[in-house]
């Protein structure tokens, strides 16, 4: 199946620091990425719809300064979390969508690895 | 009221077991309905789409109720490999490939030997 990397798995940052994550889809081109966040005990929550070459869409009470999603590539979306603080401490995970075949119409979603942020 | 809600267990059964997932959605223009498995501190991976006839793959039986909005997952013989939390998928309108996916809390099953 697609694959999907995503990069840190762990990172840890002091609070007022930005982090930068990234997701690539290694096998496939992905037109559109969703980002996600998980608490613990807690289902995932949608953040952000990443769209090549145009703005991510937010969900509603996310902060788009915040969270700021650059999708420059068919293959590259990132998630930067600008001044972070502990209440961003999260599982952060992407996700991505193919561009044509069996699994665009099924809406099967590949996801990445996930991150898991820390801020002290 | 939750958007995909379900039963978050834990559900302890030993190796051997039927055991039934249950899960009920509020938007009824919803499409598309998919069973995904997480294990601890990963991320979710597809375990089964969800079709309106039942569908079944090896030991694993998913079933939908339009009518009611109800998912269900059944696993038979469980084995310890089983043991992760299952989260119900719904698409949330629009077509497929364009509706987003809202995840239900999870519901953790633990088989014991």
Known sequence: GAVVSQH????????????????????????????????????????????????????????????????????????????????????YICSARGTSGRDWNTGELFFGEGSRLTVL | ?????????????????????????????SQSFFWYRQDCRKEPKLLMSVYSSGNEDGRFTAQLNRASQYISLLIRDSKLSDSATYLCVVNNGGSSNTGKLIFGQGTTLQVKP
């Open chain 2, 1 to 29: 009221r939750k958007e995909v809600e379900q039963d978050p267990g834990p559900f302890n059964v030993p190796e051997g077991a039927t055991v039934a997932f249950n899960c009920t959605y509020s938007n009824s223009a």
């Open chain 1, 8 to 91: 840190p798995s762990w990172v840890i940052c002091k609070s007022g620091t930005s982090v930068k994550i990234e997701c690539r889809s290694l096998d496939f081109q992905a037109t559109t990425m969703f980002w996600y966040r998980q608490f613990p005990k807690q289902s995932l929550m949608l953040m952000a719809t990443s769209n090549e070459g145009s703005k991510a869409t937010y969900e509603q009470g996310v902060e788009k300064d915040k969270f700021l999603i650059n999708h420059a590539s068919l293959t590259l979306s990132t998630l930067t979390v600008t001044s972070a603080h502990p209440e961003d401490s999260s599982f």
